[in-house]
């Protein structure tokens, strides 16, 4: 008989595997703060960011140099292309997640019973949140992963583990991912009184993650440098903070994780209050499936996180990723609160509706996942029929700079370049070419976001060039020409069509129906252009 932690492992790695072989770049700062600089420790070329600057040093370089392993591996083991590196990396990154959800599994079936990691389970697998975040190549996915470990130390009361994961977050992965242990820094100091053994293993476990990032980021940037330090000041403490990459609307975060979780989000915002109506109710009318102010206890930092994160005006989808499992897990026993009390009210079976919960759900991420491939995979594939170069070609990229998924799938002897278009904030720039690139400062990096003409590359020298064109009704200016009708210049050589968001329906964009979508929704040609000979 199949144990259900290898039933959970094999559906949530399937999942995964998914995630990691078809999932698009979703954040640009993916591409250029982690997968170009490791390009870079990797291959020797690569995109710098202003991040990397000395003089800032907010990203740390053991990040990158644990995470190069599997694509390290590949290059010297099996002599693989950069675009295998990239993908054999995706895929052990979806490794690492499906054992850790299965690890959290069994401490939610050990805690929360069968029916909520059941639920969890599924809520998990399908999740297009999850389809996002579990395979990216981003600090607040290892802060997720390590989350998962922590919640698991935590609740089997393996306290060393919790604040060594803790630690592990906070440090190598993102500072502001401590917020996650608010309720077990309650349980531990307030409840337990347990100073002396926190305050032991938590200076032990600082000094022990701490020390390697301090003497490699230091070698790094050529200075003493603490990185996780470094990123704190910035967004807390500098008289701009991240504001200015841009801020976002109140209701930024509530529209993006419907829509990354859909019902199982509004179930997740009901559970505080049904564990309320729970723990007011007498014990001997509540069925074993209804959870009450205990488990919101146990949950509660998704709650801190949301208080804190909601109201900050700088918003991005991944602040959130950190707290994924826990949107998951809150649902699952939301749903089983709400459910309880629907079965009691109506004729209804509590297994009917448990099962009309998860096929909504289901079929609501479904749609989603695919809407999300079918629209907006284009980028990952355009450039996969370039040939290998014996000399050195740019690949342009204008308007769709923030859509490229960096040097990594581009064969030998290609670079990536920026042609002037109508984005005015700063641009990353080539490592240069010198055996102590990472420690020199470079006057066109700035933190203000600050364009710099040092970015540009001459368009003359464009071998390709990545272009969306979205037909004749669309207007571009003139620093967004629209270089696919140029047939003077350019030859489209290969089309992938790619969603034009601002004439399509909002719902139809954001969920795929068969036979519905393709009705409601336009697209463009994602183009590839190659320079035509000029003729004398």
Not at 6 to 19: D, G, I, P, Q, V
Not at 57 to 79: F, M, N, Q
Not at 92 to 99: G, L, Q, R, S, T
Not at 378 to 388: F, K, N, R
Request: one cysteine or more; aromatic letters at 18%; hydrophobic letters at 45%.
């Amino acid at each position: 008989m199949v144990s259900p932690q290898f039933a959970a492992f094999t559906s949530l790695l399937c999942a995964r595997a998914f995630s990691a072989l078809y999932l698009h770049i979703t954040d640009c700062d993916e591409t250029f703060n982690y997968w170009e600089p490791m390009h870079y420790l990797l291959q020797g070329e690569g995109l710098q960011t202003w991040e990397y600057s000395p003089e800032y040093g907010l990203r740390s370089y053991l990040y990158l140099i644990i995470h190069s392993i599997p694509a390290w591996i590949c290059k010297h083991v099996t002599e693989a292309n950069t675009a295998t590196m990239f993908y054999a990396t995706r895929c052990v990154f979806a490794i690492i997640c499906a054992v850790l959800e299965t690890v959290l599994f069994s401490a939610i079936r050990y805690l929360f019973g069968t029916h909520a990691s059941t639920i969890w389970i599924i809520f998990q697998a399908v999740s297009p949140g999850m389809y996002i975040s579990s395979t990216a190549f981003l600090p607040s996915t290892f802060s997720m992963y390590m989350t998962m470990a922590f919640l698991t130390a935590w609740w089997y009361k393996k306290y060393k583990l919790a604040i060594l994961s803790i630690v592990i977050t906070s440090f190598v992965g993102w500072p502001f991912a401590a917020l996650i242990c608010f309720p077990f820094l309650y349980e531990v100091l307030i409840q337990r009184r347990m100073f002396k053994f926190f305050i032991k293993w938590s200076i032990f476990f600082a000094v022990l993650v701490g020390l390697p990032i301090l003497m490699v980021d230091s070698y790094f940037y050529g200075k003493t440098t603490f990185a996780p330090l470094n990123l704190i000041l910035y967004n807390v403490f500098s008289s701009h903070g991240p504001n200015l990459f841009g801020i976002e609307s109140k209701y930024f975060y509530f529209i993006n994780l419907f829509l990354n979780f859909n019902i199982a989000w509004c179930f997740a915002l009901s559970f505080p209050i049904t564990a309320i109506v729970v723990t007011l109710k007498k014990p001997p009318k509540l069925p074993t499936t209804s959870f009450g102010s205990a488990s919101l206890w146990k949950t509660l930092s998704l709650y801190i996180w949301i208080l804190v994160f909601f109201v900050q005006p700088h918003k991005e989808e991944r602040f959130i990723f950190p707290v994924y499992p826990l949107v998951s897990l809150c649902a699952a026993l939301g749903a089983l609160n709400c459910i309880n009390w629907l079965s009691r009210r109506i004729n209804i079976s509590f297994q009917t509706v448990v099962i009309g919960v998860i096929s909504c759900y289901a079929a609501l991420s479904v749609s989603r996942i695919a809407a999300l491939y079918l629209n907006y995979y284009a980028p990952m594939d355009i450039t996969s029929s370039l040939e290998e170069s014996s000399i050195a070609k740019n690949i342009c990229y204008g308007k769709e700079w923030h859509r490229s998924p960096g040097n990594f799938l581009l064969p030998p002897n290609y670079r990536l370049r920026f042609i002037k278009s109508s984005f005015n904030g700063i641009l990353p720039a080539y490592y240069q070419e010198s055996n102590n690139a990472t420690s020199v400062v470079h006057e066109y990096f700035n933190d203000e976001n600050l364009a710099s003409a040092y970015m540009l590359f001459n368009y003359s020298m464009c071998d390709y060039l990545v272009d969306l064109d979205l037909g004749d009704e669309y207007n571009p200016n003139d620093l967004e020409p629209n270089h696919s009708s140029d047939s003077q210049n350019w030859e489209i050589i290969k089309t992938i069509r790619f969603l034009d968001s601002n004439r399509s329906c909002q719902l139809f964009r954001a969920f795929y129906i068969p036979f519905i979508s393709s009705s409601r929704i336009r697209f463009g040609n994602y183009n590839l252009l190659k320079r035509k000979p000029q003729t004398l």
